[in-house]
């Protein structure tokens, strides 16, 4: 079995300021990890993903990740918040063999002025 | 992007009605998936088909019925609406299985209301 946490529903941060949004996973096989993001009234879009290799991976619109297994976390950063990335944010894990991509509840990204 | 449409975006139906929602590709994936978005629980696989004629249950597939007669369309049907099943229905698309690392594509989104 598999599941995501996205801890925050909501978060709220000032342009220009750090955005940490919170991932945990759980996984019995190794996992494949990935943040979509979801402006309004549109479709999920892919910011990053990590498969293999290096754990530290860099996505669009300078948000990365990194894959810390030790404490089945994937948070997601960008060092300085614009305005144009406030949407709703989704952690989602999937592990080989098991056919199925389980999303978090996602986190709503606020950013004020 | 993606070469995938939804239709309808937008539509209204009253409790006890059949509605049938369409989900078409251009880009020849084998996988196609079924999911709802409704607030505080992200997304959940309805179905999804893993070529044509070959569908599968996801994990709240109950009132919900699909088919897949070509590789580039995907049919999602309620067979007699109810209320519990206003969402966002999203279609997405992947070249290999879900559980691998290919990434899904979404569509943008059919938003269903049953009154």
């Known amino acids: 079995a598999q599941s995501v946490t996205q801890l925050g529903s909501h978060v709220s941060v000032s342009e220009g300021a750090l955005v940490l949004l919170r991932c945990n996973y759980s996984s019995s096989v190794p996992p494949y990890l990935f943040w979509y993001v979801q402006y309004p009234n549109q479709g999920l879009q892919l910011l990053l993903k990590y498969t293999t290799g290096a754990t530290l991976v860099k996505g669009i619109n300078g948000f990365e990740a990194e894959f810390k297994k030790s404490e089945t976390s994937f948070h997601l950063t960008k060092p300085s918040a614009h305005m144009s990335d406030a949407a709703e944010y989704f952690c989602a894990v999937s592990g080989v063999s098991n056919y199925k991509l389980t999303f978090g509840k996602g986190t709503l990204l606020t950013v004020n002025p | 992007d993606a070469g995938i449409t939804q239709s309808p975006r937008h539509k209204v139906t009253e409790t006890g009605t059949p509605v049938t929602l369409r989900c078409h590709q251009t880009?020849?994936?084998?996988?196609m998936y079924w999911y709802r978005q409704d607030p505080g629980h992200g997304l959940r696989l309805i179905h999804y088909?893993?070529?044509?004629?070959?569908?599968d249950k996801g994990e709240v597939s109950d009132g919900y019925s699909v088919s897949r007669s070509k590789t580039e369309d995907f049919l999602l049907t309620l067979e007699s609406a109810t209320s519990s099943q206003t969402s966002v229905y999203f279609c997405a698309i992947s070249e290999s299985p879900a559980g691998g690392p290919d990434t899904q594509y979404f569509g943008p989104g059919t938003r269903l209301t049953v009154l």
């Open positions: 088909s893993y070529g044509v004629k070959d569908t």
């Open positions: 880009e020849n994936h084998r996988y």
